[in-house]
């Protein structure tokens, strides 16, 4: 749009539930200020969970009892929950190594995927940014990994599909580069799957509160229908789901980095 038009319109964004820095930020002047809780929203959500979800766990380790309140029971349900589901992929040994990894990495992002459905405030996993932040950490966690099990140089020759006949060195720099390339996709991938569903799922939701909102815009009274409850639920599921599967898909790659019988040799 020229400039004989005003100014140049804001790209389109998917409708959201407005939070506590969009209420805030809405009577705030231009300045360094507003631009800085705009440009850190995400960041900013994230801390918060943060801090409730680890002072909620400390808050349950620090009164451990013979006869357990529910808090406790809780915390206890949750964490023999997840040992039983790390150590069903990676076994007993390696299961207990990676469950305080793991066990953190599911409850985060449980967390940021039903913060969305709290009033003020945000679904930090609903930015690509924030999900591939995380896979970032999934994908270091996972080449440490194989570095460890294998050895630096016994992983790339790993990398090369471990070749041993002229004909396997002819292919080892195909396969190499495959390989990394695998390696390269697998976070991408990671967050891309988190990061699209949980926008469509705050999509969904703020597309039915605008629904909801205008139904009866023509009496100019500030009420509506929660056209948005009955996805709630929905919601609370996926976020589980998409939680669980992140958490899945990450056992999985590190267990394909785990010393196995077939390379006890090496």
């Avoid at 449980?110 to 913060?115: I, R």
């Amino acid at each position: 749009m020229t400039e004989a038009h005003g100014a140049v319109a804001a790209p389109a964004h998917p409708p959201e539930i407005p939070n506590l820095i969009t209420l805030i930020t809405h009577w705030m002047p231009e300045g360094p200020a507003k631009h800085f809780l705009h440009t850190w929203e995400n960041a900013l959500f994230a801390f918060v969970i943060v801090g409730i979800v680890g002072g909620l766990m400390a808050l349950a380790a620090r009164r451990v009892a013979m006869r357990p309140g529910r808090g406790q029971m809780l915390a206890e349900i949750v964490i023999e929950g997840l040992e039983e589901l790390v150590c069903g992929v990676l076994g007993k040994e390696h299961g207990r190594r990676f469950l305080p990894f793991l066990g953190t990495l599911f409850l985060f992002i449980l967390a940021m995927n039903l913060a969305g459905l709290v009033p003020g405030l945000k679904s930090p996993t609903s930015r690509f940014e924030m999900t591939f932040s995380l896979a970032l950490c999934v994908f270091f966690c996972v080449q440490w990994t194989a570095i460890k099990s294998y050895g630096f140089f016994g992983y790339l020759y790993h990398l090369m599909n471990e070749p041993k006949d002229p004909v396997g060195w002819a292919l080892a720099p195909l396969m190499f580069f495959i390989e990394t390339v695998g390696e390269i996709v697998k976070p991408v991938s990671l967050a891309l799957r988190l990061f699209g569903n949980i926008m469509g799922e705050d999509t969904l939701l703020g597309v039915f509160v605008v629904l909801g909102a205008m139904t009866f815009a023509w009496s100019k009274l500030p009420i509506g229908i929660p056209l948005h409850l009955p996805f709630v639920l929905l919601a609370i599921i996926f976020s589980i789901v998409q939680a669980l599967v992140f958490t899945s898909l990450s056992m999985i790659y590190i267990y394909t980095k785990l010393p196995h019988e077939q390379h006890a040799g090496h």
